[in-house]
């Protein structure tokens, strides 16, 4: 061996002693306190919780340090915690002990709300309490041992049972429904804004909902009052829908046999409509007059209790034409196209046409005396709202009573009654 290669021996091996020296002094501390680096705090506890000398010190899960001497006191456990050069520490910081896998491995974990100092410097002191420990596993197993001899067994095979019939042959559904929740995750991730936008909205209508509970809860109570008028109802409604095919055969029955004649009907009707439209304050006034003077005229009438009523035409005034096309101008009945409306109407004046629409009542801006406008009954007390008598008194129907004690003279009061003042 050459002397070259003793000499770079030599080297390599003073070099892996001096590394694994500065490794092992650096992990047991002892670097650092030679050079002087890094800071010392205290922490008290009630108890270990697991912890032991050189157990990781972490700050929300970033090592910080270790724990470099554990001392045992009448009010629990100090320690000495050897933290990393720089490190900046919230003097406010609560600590917890947590297991760093099933086994074991308890660290320290200081958890501070966050970043702002003042920070914790050398020979400064943080306390815990009994919940900065770890659930004890000896009373974790206790208590679970507890809860499971709590549980009925025949109830609990029953649960295991149903789960296992609910959950039977669902595979496929449930993979489907999990695939669903996992796309509806990432487009809702996709779209975030309208997501937040949603979530505030339905806070909103959440609100509603609790603010309009008595009203819920009110529409509730009167749908179950319904359902249970439907389901006391059920033989009636199930009869219903039994006839309700047959009916509705009858009635399109019907509606086919009506078919030539319906429309003709229904166009009859509407010309009838029109010709009331167009007198609707004379009807109205026949409406209001007719039953006091049919009341009046069957009333004490000898000798067999009846009024008789003769009606008879006056043709001395012959009809009235002015206000009409001539005849020559009349259209064939059998023109059956449709023709520009002609507003044909009487145009002569008095004795033409006396009981005629020019005749019939006035309006509220143009009062006729002894006339009826949009005139309403009153039976209570007999006055007729709108009517105007040849004074400007408002017109009352009163009942004449009872007109037997006139004996044969009763019939004269059908000529008196509408001439007298009321």
């Known amino acids: 061996m050459s002397h070259g290669i003793k000499v770079r021996i030599a080297a390599f091996l003073v070099l892996s002693a001096v590394g694994i020296v500065y490794i092992a002094g650096s992990y047991l501390g002892l670097v650092d306190r030679v050079l002087g680096r890094g800071i010392t705090v205290h922490a008290t506890l009630p108890t270990s919780g697991g912890l032991f000398?050189?157990?990781?010190?972490?700050?929300?899960?970033?090592?910080?340090?270790?724990?470099?001497?554990?001392?045992?006191?009448?009010?629990?456990?100090?320690?000495?915690?050897?933290?990393?050069?720089?490190?900046?520490?919230?003097?406010?910081?609560?600590?917890?002990?947590h297991n760093l896998s099933a086994v074991g491995e308890q660290y320290l974990d200081f958890e501070p709300p966050d970043d702002k100092g003042p920070y914790a410097e050398a020979g400064d002191t943080f306390h815990g309490d009994e919940a900065s420990l770890p659930v004890d596993e000896g009373d974790l197993l206790v208590e679970l041992d507890h809860f499971v001899s709590s549980v009925d067994q025949d109830h609990l095979t029953t649960v295991v049972a149903e789960l296992g019939t609910m959950f039977a042959d669902t595979g496929r559904p449930l993979q489907r429904m999990l695939d669903g929740g996992t796309e509806f995750i990432r487009e809702a991730s996709a779209h975030t804004d309208d997501t937040i936008r949603l979530l505030d909205q339905g806070k909103r209508v959440l609100s509603t909902q609790q603010a309009e509970g008595e009203n819920i809860r009110s529409l509730a109570r009167d749908l179950r009052g319904i359902t249970d008028a439907l389901a006391a109802s059920d033989k009636d409604l199930e009869a219903v829908l039994d006839g309700t095919p047959g009916t509705a055969r009858e009635l399109d029955s019907l509606l086919k046999e009506l078919q030539p004649t319906l429309p003709v009907l229904l166009g009859n009707a509407v010309s009838v409509n029109?010709?009331?439209?167009?007198?609707?304050?004379?009807?109205?006034?026949?409406?209001?007059?007719?039953?006091?003077?049919?009341?009046?005229?069957f009333t004490g009438t000898p000798p067999d209790g009846y009024g008789h009523v003769n009606m008879q035409l006056d043709y001395?005034?012959?009809?009235?034409?002015?206000?009409?096309?001539?005849?020559?101008?009349?259209?064939?009945?059998?023109?059956?196209?449709?023709?520009?409306?002609?507003?044909?109407?009487?145009?002569?004046?008095?004795?033409?046409?006396?009981?005629?629409?020019?005749?019939?009542?006035?309006?509220?801006?143009?009062?006729?005396?002894?006339?009826?406008?949009r005139s309403s009954y009153d039976p209570t007390t007999g006055f007729v709202s709108g009517a105007v008598g040849r004074r400007g008194e408002p017109v009352r129907f009163v009942d004449q009573g009872n007109l037997s004690i006139l004996g044969g003279d009763a019939w004269k009061w059908l000529l008196v009654g509408p001439v007298t003042d009321r």
Not at 278 to 289: F, H, I, K, S, Y
Not at 290 to 297: C, D, L
Not at 341 to 362: L, T
């Open 53 to 97: 000398e050189g157990s990781e010190v972490t700050y929300r899960g970033v090592k910080i340090g270790k724990v470099s001497t554990m001392t045992a006191t009448q009010e629990g456990v100090t320690l000495d915690l050897a933290l990393e050069d720089g490190t900046e520490l919230p003097a406010d910081s609560p600590m917890f002990v």
């Open 274 to 297: 029109q010709v009331v439209v167009a007198n609707l304050n004379g009807l109205e006034q026949l409406l209001v007059t007719y039953p006091r003077v049919i009341s009046s005229g």
């Open 316 to 373: 001395r005034v012959p009809p009235c034409t002015k206000g009409f096309k001539p005849p020559s101008q009349w259209r064939s009945t059998r023109d059956l196209t449709d023709a520009p409306i002609f507003p044909a109407k009487c145009e002569s004046g008095a004795p033409y046409v006396m009981r005629g629409p020019k005749y019939s009542p006035g309006t509220a801006a143009n009062p006729s005396p002894g006339r009826v406008y």
